[in-house]
């Protein structure tokens, strides 16, 4: 059972950055895909973006594209997303998943574990 952790939530105003982080309870996580999602209030769980086991390959919602990077550190166990030029509609619950398959995917439904969620809030 892997447990992942997020952290470095909080509220900014539009513009702004926030850095997110996805601690590992163990290694395993190491060799698998990670992911974010995030969710609104009253909407579904979207797919934010995905980063392959190596950290060679990247993949990103088009709504995030050219603001937000994925990143991942597997010494420390740990993923992260950095969120520049934040927008009012960048606010949800943002959640980090791992997916123990060969390769990232988009969907919810595709991840295995997921941490609590952490909130972002971007004000106007």
């Known amino acids: 059972q892997v447990q992942l952790v997020e952290s470095g939530g909080g509220m900014v105003q539009a513009g702004g950055s926030l850095r997110l982080s996805c601690a590992a309870s163990?290694?395993?996580?190491?060799?698998?895909?990670m992911g974010w999602f995030r969710q609104a209030p009253g909407k579904e769980r979207e797919f934010v973006a995905a980063?392959?086991?190596?950290?060679?390959?990247?993949s990103y919602a088009d709504s995030v594209k050219g603001r937000f990077t994925i990143s991942r550190d597997n010494a420390k166990n740990t993923v992260y997303l950095q969120m520049n030029s934040l927008k009012p509609e960048d606010t949800a619950v943002y959640y980090c998943?791992?997916?123990?398959?060969?390769?990232?995917?988009?969907?919810?439904?595709?991840?295995?574990?997921w941490g609590q969620g952490t909130q972002v809030t971007v004000s106007s």
């Open positions: 998943a791992a997916r123990f398959a060969t390769r990232a995917a988009t969907l919810p439904s595709d991840y295995d574990y």
């Open positions: 163990d290694r395993t996580s190491r060799g698998y895909p």
């Open positions: 980063i392959s086991w190596s950290g060679g390959r990247l």
